[in-house]
């Protein structure tokens, strides 16, 4: 991994298989939908990556920054090897996702890589977080607004989601789809993120990301975030 300032165990934890799924697929050209400033880069500089996003607050010379939406992206199809998006679906409005989980197959040659916070579990730790951050902060934080306002897809949506984006691009595949962060887990991690116990933030935040590869293989029980991997054969 690489060291960049604003990265953390908890995220750490989403991207690492998300990267292991990139290089399982033999992908060169990578597009990250919903990437932020870093996106993938702080845990592989392995791919030519370029991130779409509506607008970016530093610059990145590791990724190709591009202002745009996801559900219309400014790319022909199959420009790239793989594409992925990573906790970005759930702040799509729910009527949007079908656009946006088909701009995602359509884009893609080789292999898409869905990675979302997904049923009842995750959403109720999110009102939990939510109100902890309130109580500890004092404000509101506005990616849980997101969440808790457009509500986190269940499995069978998500499955619901990619039939129909292959369907409505023509496209051949399979998918398969694994569980990421156990919810007991994330719930440390993030109540840290939260603490004003510099010990705590302190250990969850940074202290802990030497671990965080072995970690990121501890995806039993009952997991925050779903990984849908899509392998598009035409």
């Known amino acids: 991994m690489h060291r960049y300032p604003d990265q953390s165990t908890e995220v750490a934890l989403r991207y690492l298989p998300v990267v292991r799924a990139l290089r399982e697929s033999g992908a060169g050209k ?69 656009i946006a989980v088909t701009e995602i197959v359509r884009t893609a040659y080789r292999r898409a890589v869905i990675a979302v916070p997904a049923g009842t579990a995750a959403e109720a730790q999110d009102q939990h977080l939510a109100e902890r951050y309130r109580r500890v902060r004092g404000e509101e934080y506005p990616f849980f607004k997101d969440h808790l306002e457009n509500g986190l897809p269940q499995r069978d949506e998500l499955e619901l989601l990619i039939t129909r984006a292959l369907k409505r691009t023509g496209r051949k595949g399979s998918f398969s789809i694994r569980k990421n962060t156990n919810i007991w887990l994330r719930s440390f991690l993030m109540k840290g993120w939260i603490s004003r116990n510099c010990f705590y933030y302190n250990l969850t935040v940074l202290g802990l990301m030497p671990l965080a590869g072995l970690l990121s293989y501890l995806n039993v029980g009952p997991c925050y975030r779903l990984i849908a991997i899509v392998d598009l054969s035409d």
């Open 30 to 98: 990578v597009l990250e939908v919903g990437s932020g400033d870093l996106g993938l880069t702080p845990y592989s500089l392995d791919f030519d990556l370029t991130g779409v996003d509506r607008a970016f607050e530093q610059d990145n010379p590791d990724m190709d920054q591009v202002e745009g939406s996801a559900t219309r992206l400014p790319y022909d199809e199959r420009d790239f090897d793989a594409v992925v998006s990573v906790d970005s679906l759930e702040h799509i409005p729910p009527d949007k996702r079908d």
